[in-house]
């Protein structure tokens, strides 16, 4: 028995000597790459500037004898596979900077040989803010806005700067990618930022599907004519690193305002939550609760994705809190001055602790309704502009609620019209501890840029807790300039697309009476420079109109 025992595992070794040898002779011989070569050019590199232009950016070339195929190993934890052995990587920790940069030569059966390089380059590009935001100092776990229209859209990435900046093919309704089984895992992931030291890394926890976009269906190992889910794991952390945007946004005449211009770049094939073929993605706009980033389609440079996060989970089951009954509002339908009712005025000049120019009156040369609607005038005269702030203090106050006002906006360099809500008990608990909510503010050097900003202690004067969106023909159409405002949260929007929210605590001054104002100033701390062509501008408002 033994020795049947014996016999079998030597006939078992030829037989496995010999296939072992049918599978090297079909694979051809093993050969190890040889004779590697590593080229470095650091991009802006001058006798003045050794260490390049600050881009961080280095261009590596690589060549061995017997290589079909390269791959870069980085010590900051990313690697990068390049068949051609050409590839440029941006180095992103600011300052000079040392890395060693590994090359793996790969040859037939997979045999590798190795070789390393050392590169000294500088980089001047950081966001320390943005990391401070999008890892709360430590760590901060983000979801998709599924509550808000347009948290996944799709555009144009071309040089329209009316159509570049958002999803002006497609905006999804509120919770539209969690109604059918094949696509309700979109909502189930959890991006996690993470700041280790000073690297900042991500990991997404997808529960192990991954809402893949019909292009790429494949990856995930399905097919159809449909984005879907398919078990596709994305377990690890991802190394992040930063880098200024290159985008045609940049080239916008509002691009200030339409993006950060902030890239974040992740390691290892990881994207936030929606597979589109992409690992870096532009920073549109972030605050501490609400991100909206920006990529390019993997298969089509032609195509840009947009993605919306926010620090708390929506749930579909708890609808978003809305007011329907109309309690107060002024649709300014008798001619004359403003209806003595429900408005009076704030009056003079002394710049309204924002070097403003203005004095205010209660002229009807600078308020009057005509037409069906109201005008706030600015003018000009001499040196000197009028103007008139409305408020309806000592009229109507309230406490949480909806407010929509329709109007059209001044034109001209300096005007600073502004849609407002001010805290009722500011004469006695002073600003910013009274609370300021501005609905719509509006720079007349910014066209078309729309600011939503909450003032309170902590974050006042030009540290408000606000974001910008970016319409079109503000000065030349009515828009509807709305907030919801709870005991939950306070959210604005324009045309009823939301762009900014500040959720509400006991600890904030937004649980009490505010009252409206309406006004147009010019110059100031915001308004900016006057253009000395300027006459006269007008905001135009149609309604106003409060529901709870």
Request: charged content about 15%; proline content about 3%; overall charge negative.
């Amino acid at each position: 028995m033994k020795k049947i025992v014996i016999n079998t595992i030597a006939i078992f070794a030829v037989l496995l000597m010999v296939n072992c040898s049918k599978d090297d002779y079909s694979f051809g011989s093993l050969t190890a790459p040889s004779n590697l070569v590593i080229q470095s050019e650091i991009i802006g590199k001058t006798t003045e500037n050794p260490n390049g232009d600050g881009s961080g950016k280095v261009k590596f070339s690589v060549k061995a004898a017997n290589a079909i195929s390269y791959k870069f190993i980085f010590d900051d934890g990313t690697t990068e596979n390049a068949p051609n052995g050409v590839f440029e990587k941006r180095f992103t920790k600011t300052g000079v900077n040392t890395y060693t940069v590994t090359v793996a030569a790969s040859g037939t059966g997979g045999i590798t040989t190795n070789s390393t390089v050392d590169v000294t380059v500088l980089s001047t590009f950081s966001d320390d803010e943005a990391v401070a935001l999008l890892t709360g100092g430590s760590s901060k776990k983000w979801y998709f806005s599924a509550s808000e229209v347009g948290h996944l859209g799709v555009g144009p990435n071309n040089n329209n700067a009316d159509q570049n900046y958002y999803g002006f093919w497609y905006q999804a309704a509120a919770f539209e990618k969690g109604g059918a089984a094949s696509s309700s895992c979109l909502y189930d992931n959890v991006l996690t930022f993470t700041l280790e030291g000073d690297q900042l890394k991500f990991n997404l926890d997808n529960g192990g599907k991954t809402f893949f976009n019909t292009a790429f269906l494949s990856v995930g190992g399905g097919s159809g004519s449909e984005d879907s889910c398919l078990s596709y794991a994305t377990t690890g952390a991802k190394v992040v690193s930063l880098s200024p945007s290159e985008s045609v946004i940049l080239n916008n005449p509002n691009a200030a305002t339409q993006t950060r211009g902030t890239v974040m770049n992740i390691s290892g094939g990881g994207f936030m939550g929606y597979y589109i073929g992409q690992s870096s993605y532009e920073i549109l706009s972030i605050t501490a609760n609400r991100m909206v980033v920006r990529a390019i389609a993997g298969n089509d440079a032609g195509v840009a994705w947009y993605h919306t996060f926010t620090t708390t989970k929506p749930t579909q089951n708890t609808p978003t809190t809305d007011y329907t009954n109309l309690v107060w509002s002024d649709e300014f339908s008798t001619d004359g001055a403003p209806d003595a009712t429900k408005w009076t005025y704030d009056l003079g000049a002394g710049g309204w602790g924002n070097s403003e120019v203005q004095t205010y009156t209660n002229s009807t040369d600078n308020a009057v309704v005509s037409g069906g609607t109201l005008k706030i005038i600015a003018k000009k005269s001499g040196s000197a502009y009028t103007s008139a702030r409305l408020k309806s203090e000592g009229k109507f106050k309230f406490t949480y609620g909806k407010i929509e006002v329709r109007a059209k906006l001044p034109v001209g360099g300096g005007t600073w019209p502004a849609i407002w809500m001010l805290g009722s008990d500011y004469a006695t608990n002073t600003w910013p501890a009274c609370g300021e909510i501005d609905i719509m503010e509006h720079k007349g050097n910014q066209p078309n840029v729309i600011h939503g900003t909450l003032h309170y202690p902590g974050n006042s004067g030009g540290n408000g807790n606000g974001n910008t969106t970016t319409i079109t023909n503000a000065s030349s159409e009515f828009h509807v300039y709305k907030a919801i405002w709870s005991p939950a949260s306070v959210k604005i929007y324009v045309d009823d697309v939301l762009f900014h929210t500040v959720a509400n605590s006991s600890s904030l001054p937004f649980n009490k009476d505010f009252f409206m104002i309406l006004n147009v100033a010019m110059g100031g701390t915001f308004g900016g420079t006057i253009d000395t062509a300027f006459t006269q501008g007008t905001m135009e408002v149609d309604y106003v109109r409060v529901y709870q």
